[in-house]
């Protein structure tokens, strides 16, 4: 019996400590929460569209040079990490900067955008309301690290309009628009 009530409890203290975002508290004002509000609604966005996608058209490109719809979903996963960086948080070990053109089935794909939500996510939990106003440099240009997170926010908002045009060009009909 003791054996028992030491597995749930040893089960339940894992499970609790495994929440990546213990010992964070979720902001419910300020700016971190709104940043944190705008990327659920346009993660949100790009998950249900890439789970609608057929995987056989994951390869398709609206023309010879142009990302694929593979590559775009990566890219976006990519610039989750890759903006980040500029604050000093590094991606994850496995991260791989050629990830545009290795990863390229559905599953992965979709697997890669959450994981990289995840991250952007973690970061923003991380970042103190203080921290937001530290001075960084971003693309040759001074500004702060809240500015970067809201580049972050519009690359994810850019891209989605980019997958939706693809996505439509397909026969695709986002689904949050399907019932329109």
Same mark, same amino acid.
Do not use: C
């Given at each position: @019996?003791?054996?028992?009530?030491?597995?749930?409890?040893?089960?339940?203290?894992?499970?609790?400590?495994?929440?990546?975002?213990?010992?964070?508290?979720?902001?419910?004002?300020?700016?971190?929460?709104?940043?944190?509000?705008?990327?659920?609604?346009?993660?949100?966005?790009?998950?249900?569209?890439?789970?609608?996608?057929?995987?056989?058209?994951?390869?398709?490109?609206?023309?010879?040079?142009?990302?694929? =719809?593979?590559?775009?979903?990566? $890219?976006?996963?990519?610039?989750?990490?890759?903006?980040?960086?500029? @604050?000093? =948080?590094?991606?994850?070990?496995?991260?791989?900067?050629? @990830?545009?053109?290795?990863?390229?089935?559905?599953?992965?794909?979709?697997?890669? =955008?959450?994981?990289?939500?995840? $991250?952007?996510?973690?970061?923003?939990?991380?970042?103190?309301?203080?921290?937001?106003?530290?001075?960084?440099?971003?693309?040759?240009?001074? #500004? #702060?690290?809240?500015?970067?997170?809201? #580049?972050?926010?519009?690359?994810? $908002?850019? $891209?989605?309009?980019?997958?939706?045009?693809?996505?439509?060009?397909?026969?695709?009909?986002?689904?949050?628009?399907?019932?329109?």
């Amino acid at each position: @019996m003791k054996r028992f009530v030491l597995s749930i409890l040893i089960l339940t203290f894992s499970v609790f400590f495994a929440d990546s975002s213990f010992g964070q508290e979720t902001p419910s004002s300020g700016f971190r929460a709104e940043f944190l509000k705008q990327l659920d609604a346009v993660s949100e966005k790009i998950v249900e569209l890439a789970e609608a996608v057929p995987a056989e058209k994951y390869s398709w490109r609206p023309s010879e040079g142009v990302r694929s =719809i593979s590559e775009v979903y990566v $890219h976006i996963a990519a610039g989750n990490y890759f903006l980040m960086k500029f @604050m000093g =948080i590094q991606p994850p070990a496995d991260f791989n900067r050629d @990830m545009e053109k290795n990863i390229t089935e559905k599953a992965q794909v979709i697997a890669a =955008i959450k994981k990289s939500v995840e $991250h952007l996510r973690q970061a923003a939990l991380k970042t103190s309301d203080a921290d937001l106003e530290k001075s960084v440099e971003l693309f040759g240009q001074n #500004t #702060t690290y809240r500015d970067v997170f809201f #580049t972050a926010t519009m690359h994810l $908002h850019e $891209h989605l309009g980019q997958s939706i045009a693809y996505a439509r060009m397909n026969g695709v009909v986002p689904p949050w628009s399907a019932s329109n």
